[in-house]
């Protein structure tokens, strides 16, 4: 399994980033994907997240400015993200549950016993 990550980058206050995340060695039936990133608290936030019948879910910090989508066709997610703050700079991994599992909280941003990650993609948003 691959999760590989794509599109960070650097951007002023209030740009626009799309990161991807194109996957493979699996097929997307019965798990969640999504986006997690470091905290300026050193703390680990699901960003956001995808399931399999297409429901989303955002934190608080991101609604109505970040947008996740799926490219099934591409195996490709997708992390639109808008308005973008300096405190949105970080690192964002891609994260997909093993099947009948979900995404959830974690203490630490890394794979564990339920779930495949990528190597995560840099984000800077300067002021």
């Known amino acids: 399994v691959q999760l590989v990550e794509s599109g960070g980058g650097s951007v002023p206050t209030g740009g626009s980033l799309r990161l991807s995340c194109r996957y493979s060695?699996?097929?997307?039936?019965?798990?969640?994907m999504g986006w997690y990133r470091h905290t300026p608290a050193n703390e680990c936030e699901l960003v956001s997240l995808?399931?399999?019948?297409?429901?989303?879910n955002y934190a608080d910090s991101v609604k109505g400015r970040f947008t996740i989508s799926q490219d099934n066709a591409k195996n490709t997610v997708y992390l639109q993200m808008n308005s973008l703050k300096p405190e949105d700079t970080t690192v964002y991994y891609c994260?997909?549950?093993?099947?009948?599992?979900?995404?959830?909280?974690?203490?630490?941003?890394?794979?564990?016993?339920?779930?495949?990650w990528g190597q995560g993609t840099q984000d800077t948003v300067s002021s």
């Open positions: 060695g699996f097929t997307w039936d019965d798990n969640d």
């Open positions: 995808v399931s399999a019948d297409g429901s989303t």
């Open positions: 994260a997909a549950s093993f099947p009948r599992y979900g995404l959830g909280s974690q203490v630490i941003c890394r794979a564990n016993e339920y779930n495949y």
